[in-house]
């Protein structure tokens, strides 16, 4: 990959940024409009537009799930050197500070989705149309999921019913996590009561997403009981089942189906240089991911991060179809097709299947920019797992914890003699290592190994006390004039 500076903006300017999208549709691949501030709002179109440019932030979390594996013990950072994508490299060894040009990005992008969901909270009550809840209740949704991004990244964030202006830093304090927390579920209850089991467009937010994230908010916090209550609607629905063949839900033929609880939407349609990576409509982390100097059958080549470490390869148990799905083992791989392929900067030998290029998979655009494999946010079997976990440390229901545990190995290994029996802190264990397994390459290890006390016997170079968190971008503190402080160790 060649060495490009990104170039990023601060809080302050998306909060005075008026809101730009891509599109009048979820797939968002249509010609950009912009909305005239306090003009606006006047029809339920105007809201709908409103409601595009909020999801459009989805697809820069590209770099939230790339990190969330580099950060765990689960990938190394791979790249071209040392000094590619140094941030990714300072993230993956723990060295990172203040001054980190992609948590820059990812503190900007997701407080841009929480600015497009604000300006619309702002104005909720202009104009009345019949669908008006329905609007709400995906924004409020949509809020709740970047606010849950930054509560994860960085803790204490500010907090705020209607945009924020560039003065804002300087006199609203970072909210304690408590109160983040609580905000959050606030609009994940209204979410739920007020979306669709449905979605009314393939992309939109539902019912079922919503309580599943608030399952999982709650799950953080180790609220079991009403983290069970939660993931258990989603069970009882219906409307979500585990596909058969687990490899299939990573091609681009099984976007969107019945295990898909949430998936951000990507497209090739549109392409994006790497001076704008938020820009791209295709999913970036899957160029990033790409196997380097690639050539030969199936896959498109790329720029090697984000590569397993042999730690989670050997965390597959012998007969896991899983395994083959989420790891490729490029050099057994070579040997059977006759593909060729280069060796990049901390080569471990494997690579994120899940998440690798296909060839075919564009119609126009860069392969490592847009790529259109969508993100699958929120899967059932995570849903089944997490309520397994907290049936289980709740003290509420071990076997129906296992219940949901066995349901999600069957899949894996085609059969029923591989069911857990254990139960209590054994079986919490075994909960915790499908996680892994069941997950990998999609984001979630990181956060998992924090929230459970173990990041720091786990990941080399974890301080405790420390990088629980992230650090808050140097220049929002600075900005802050003093009403910031930085997080702890930073």
């Keep these: 990959m060649k060495k490009t500076h990104i170039i990023t903006v601060t809080l302050l300017t998306f909060f005075a940024t008026s809101f730009i999208s891509c599109g009048d ?193 709650y799950l953080y916090q180790e609220k079991y009981t009403d983290a069970a209550a939660s993931l258990q609607g989603v069970i009882d629905s219906g409307n979500y089942s585990l596909v058969a063949d687990y490899n299939a839900i990573f ?68 007969g896991d179809s899983r395994k083959d799905v989420a790891i490729l083992d490029i050099a057994a791989w070579a040997a059977s097709t006759g593909a060729s392929y280069g060796t990049g900067y901390k080569h471990t030998g494997y690579y994120n299947r899940k998440y690798l290029a296909r060839q075919g998979d564009l119609n126009t655009g860069d392969q490592n920019l847009t790529n259109p494999n969508n993100y699958r946010a929120i899967r059932y079997a995570d849903v089944l797992l997490m309520a397994a976990e907290a049936y289980n440390r709740g003290g509420i229901d071990d076997t129906k914890a296992k219940e949901y545990l066995n349901l999600v190995r069957r899949r894996a290994f085609h059969d029923f003699n591989h069911d857990i029996t254990a139960s209590g802190p054994a079986l919490t264990d075994l909960i915790f290592a499908e996680r892994r397994v069941e997950l990998v390459g999609e984001g979630h290890r990181f956060f998992d190994l924090v929230r459970t006390g173990k990041a720091a016997q786990e990941i080399e170079g974890f301080t405790p006390n420390k990088n629980e968190l992230f650090p808050v971008p140097f220049e929002e503190i600075q900005f802050s004039s003093g009403n910031w402080t930085q997080n702890q160790g930073y």
């Design 25 to 217: 549709d979820f797939t968002v691949d249509k010609p950009p409009y912009s909305i005239d501030s306090e003009n606006y709002f006047n029809s339920e179109e105007d809201y709908n537009k409103a409601l595009i440019a909020a999801y459009d932030l989805l697809q820069a979390s590209y770099v939230n799930v790339l990190l969330g594996e580099i950060a765990s013990d689960n990938t190394a950072s791979g790249g071209e050197s040392a000094t590619d994508v140094i941030g990714f490299q300072q993230v993956d060894e723990m060295t990172h500070t203040p001054v980190n040009a992609n948590l820059k990005n990812l503190w900007d992008w997701m407080f841009a989705g929480v600015n497009r969901c604000n300006y619309i909270i702002e104005f909720k009550d202009k104009t009345d149309f019949p669908n008006k809840n329905q609007v709400l209740g995906e924004t409020y949704f949509l809020r709740a999921y970047y606010n849950f991004e930054l509560l994860k990244w960085f803790g204490p964030i500010p907090l705020k019913d209607s945009r924020f202006t560039t003065t804002d830093v300087t006199t609203i304090p970072r909210s304690p996590v408590e109160e983040v927390y609580a905000s959050i579920e606030n609009d994940l209850k209204f979410a739920v009561d007020n979306l669709n089991p449905v979605p009314a467009q393939i992309g939109r937010a539902t019912k079922g997403a919503a309580q599943a994230l608030l399952g999982k908010v």
């Design 251 to 318: 091609e681009n033929t099984g976007e969107n189906g019945p295990e898909s609880v949430f998936e951000v939407q990507y497209t090739d349609i549109e392409g994006a240089g790497f001076g704008c990576l938020q820009c791209s409509e295709g999913n970036v982390a899957v160029g990033f991911n790409g196997i380097r100097n690639y050539s030969g059958p199936l896959f498109d080549s790329g720029y090697s991060f984000n590569v397993p470490r042999q730690e989670v390869v050997d965390a597959f148990e012998a």
